[in-house]
């Protein structure tokens, strides 16, 4: 479905929102044939990056180690996985307050099609490269939010006014889940899951 959609996602979006809103499958079918590819790009992009290229900092080299990277590869794929159910569910719960109904299924479908772009550009992540990372995953972030704008009012079949705040409601608890995930890390990093230098 999403993966399907991913051309039209970067080239006509609008066209491809009615296509997605129309699309019927089970939230286990959204996870199993989208979610769950999608979410481990970054992952393992950023675990090749950090154990096999390394980073290049102030023309130092890092890399870590296997051991310790590998927890917090499957951290980075399960927080993602989490995310992904997170704004679904805020947007299937927030529905009702804009005068719209949709299915857990569908909010899980344009939630996935919302962060497709920041996936991808997690793919970036196999390169080590500060500024590149930083680049490729502020377009990919600022083509999310472009997607929320446009796919809410499409998909939740309500007007532009009423999408505009939902949209923005979703990407506060966007921005709230973020925060929470970048604060799961450090405390998980002060018990020793720091990564450490090979």
Known sequence: MILSHLKGLLSSPSSEWQKIRDEQCSVADCYIQHVLILAAIPAISA????????????????????????PLAIGLYLASLCAIAILGKAIYWMADTYGTSKKLSTCISLATAITTPVFLSGAFAIIPVPWLIFITGLCGLSYSVYLLYTGIPIVMEINQEKGFLFASAILTIALVTVVGILAATVILWSLGLAPVHA
């Open 47 to 70: 675990f090749i990056g950090a154990t096999v290229v390394g980073w290049e900092i102030a023309e130092r080299s890092f890399r870590f180690t296997y051991q310790s990277s590998i």
